[in-house]
């Protein structure tokens, strides 16, 4: 016993000896050595308008020279508060916190105003977490969706926009989109509730009532066009294509059920926002009416929304504006509760939400398994001239830069050129001057 209580002695020095010599000699390799904190620098707006629409996009500095993140928080009917917003709330509150801790940053700043929620200060939060996003990528040299877990798919189908204002030559724009390598088509007759397609006067505008640029909707005619819009269309460009449609919230409940059911003969690929958030009791009744996909959400001013439909199965696509709902961050969990559920993603991006916008959709796109589809987007000139490394098309796919964090970088100078203005009119109403929502 002495002899091995010697042994083991001699060993357990010889093995302290050993391991003290090698950690002399150690050298940590470069992976394992993690990054130097950076602390956030300033948060600022800058606010341009290449295309017409307000955009809004953060700016977020860091006390490493030279390193700086994008995020949209585009609210163009409301663009100068949120302006204010970032320049006068978020600046204060993420000056000299941590940039890496994007979870905590997130919540911090949707608890910090205490009422949680609206549209102003989401789009901010949400514009403050790209742009994190956007850091975190270049920090680690990666693009975004790397980060997320890497690609799920080469390249992200869209759908773009038909339209006309009548049948066929909606059917007509869908057959040159498709020739232009589209598989998914959104097919509209006029705009929005097939506003403009006809040159009727309304009784409202005859007595005086309501704006001059006011717009009329006739929802009789609307619902009885629309099944026309797609019998013309499916027999213009055959049963391949994905078709797919908007009622964009502005028909009673019972009408959009009753349209939906009518359309369904058609194979929708889905249908678009059947009913306004506060209607959303009766998707009970749609479901056990059709079986027409839906999609639903781009009203949705906070991610606790989406929990009880996905759950309980109430819509086929999440329809949510990722620069809404507080950004990449809250998107993901979101997409995340929709895999469990088979609901499938199809992020709002609209000519509205900015490059750096389209960007945090593609990378999400990429990295997400149950990706649905995603809008097409098109970049004039002058927005090209302000933001590189935009998302590009290409017969029908969407792809990113590989560039490390979101891809998009801003030229201000060339920003300043296009200001935004306080001009928004989304106002639309029935024969007797009635507001129509949204």
Same mark, same amino acid.
């Given at each position: 016993?002495?002899? &091995? %209580?010697?042994?083991?002695?001699?060993?357990?020095?010889?093995?302290?000896?050993?391991?003290?010599? &090698?950690? !002399?000699? +150690?050298? =940590?390799? $470069?992976?394992?050595?993690? /990054?130097?904190? *950076?602390?956030?620098?300033?948060?600022?707006?800058?606010?341009?308008?290449?295309?017409?629409?307000? /955009?809004?996009?953060?700016?977020? !500095?860091? =006390?490493?020279?030279?390193l700086y993140g994008l995020g949209c928080a585009t609210f163009t009917q409301r663009a100068v508060s949120v302006v204010t917003a970032i320049n006068t709330y978020l600046n204060e509150f993420c000056t000299g916190k941590d940039v890496d801790n994007i979870e905590d940053m997130w919540q911090s700043t949707y608890v910090s105003s205490y009422w949680?929620?609206?549209?102003?200060?989401?789009? $901010? /939060?949400?514009?403050?977490? !790209?742009?994190?996003?956007?850091?975190?990528?270049?920090?680690?040299?990666?693009?975004?969706?790397? /980060?997320?877990?890497? @690609?799920a798919r080469f390249a992200i189908p869209c759908y773009t926009h038909a339209n006309g204002n009548s049948p066929e030559a909606t059917a007509d724009n869908a057959q040159e989109i498709m020739d232009r390598g589209f598989k998914y088509v959104? *097919? #509209?007759? %006029?705009?929005? %509730?097939?506003?403009?397609?006809?040159?009727?006067?309304?009784?409202?505008?005859?007595?005086?009532?309501?704006?001059e640029s006011d717009s009329y909707m006739n929802e009789r005619a609307y619902l009885k066009s629309v099944p026309k819009l797609f019998e013309v269309v499916r027999k213009k460009c055959g049963d391949e294509v994905e078709l797919l449609h908007d009622v964009h919230e502005r028909v009673q409940p019972m009408d959009a059920i009753n349209m939906i059911k009518a359309v369904e003969q058609y194979r929708p690929f889905f249908i678009e926002d059947p009913f306004s958030p506060e209607n959303m009791g009766w998707f009970k009744q749609l479901r056990q009416s059709t079986t027409?996909?839906?999609?639903?959400?781009?009203?949705?001013?906070?991610?606790? !929304?989406?929990?009880?439909?996905?759950?309980? #199965?109430?819509?086929?696509?999440?329809?949510?504006?990722?620069?809404?709902?507080?950004?990449?961050t809250p998107a993901m969990k979101v997409a995340r509760l929709g895999e469990w559920y088979n609901v499938k993603t199809a992020w709002h991006g609209p000519g509205d939400v900015s490059p750096v916008g389209h960007a945090a959709h593609a990378h999400i796109d990429l990295a997400i398994w149950n990706f649905g589809i995603q809008e097409a987007v098109s970049f004039n000139d002058k927005?090209? $001239?302000i933001f590189s490394g935009c998302p590009t098309m290409k017969n029908g796919y969407m792809s990113v830069n590989e560039a490390p964090g979101l891809g998009v970088d801003i030229?201000?100078?060339?920003?300043? @050129? +296009?200001?935004? =203005?306080?001009?928004?009119?989304? #106002?639309?109403r029935k024969f007797d001057g009635t507001i129509i929502r949204p």
């Open positions: 016993m002495i002899a &091995a %209580g010697s042994t083991a002695g001699l060993l357990s020095l010889f093995g302290e000896n050993s391991q003290a010599h &090698a950690r !002399e000699h +150690y050298s =940590t390799p $470069a992976y394992a050595k993690g /990054l130097a904190p *950076i602390k956030i620098k300033s948060v600022k707006a800058i606010a341009t308008a290449p295309q017409g629409s307000n /955009l809004i996009v953060v700016k977020v !500095e860091t =006390t490493e020279p030279g949680r929620n609206g549209p102003v200060l989401n789009n $901010a /939060l949400s514009g403050l977490d !790209e742009a994190l996003w956007d850091i975190k990528g270049k920090r680690a040299n990666m693009p975004v969706y790397q /980060l997320l877990g890497g @690609k959104r *097919i #509209q007759q %006029g705009g929005y %509730g097939a506003v403009g397609s006809t040159e009727q006067k309304p009784d409202f505008k005859a007595a005086g009532f309501g704006g027409v996909p839906i999609a639903m959400g781009e009203l949705f001013n906070n991610v606790n !929304e989406f929990r009880d439909p996905m759950a309980n #199965q109430m819509f086929d696509y999440i329809r949510c504006h990722v620069s809404q709902i507080g950004g990449i927005t090209q $001239a030229n201000e100078k060339e920003a300043a @050129k +296009y200001p935004i =203005t306080t001009k928004s009119n989304w #106002q639309v």
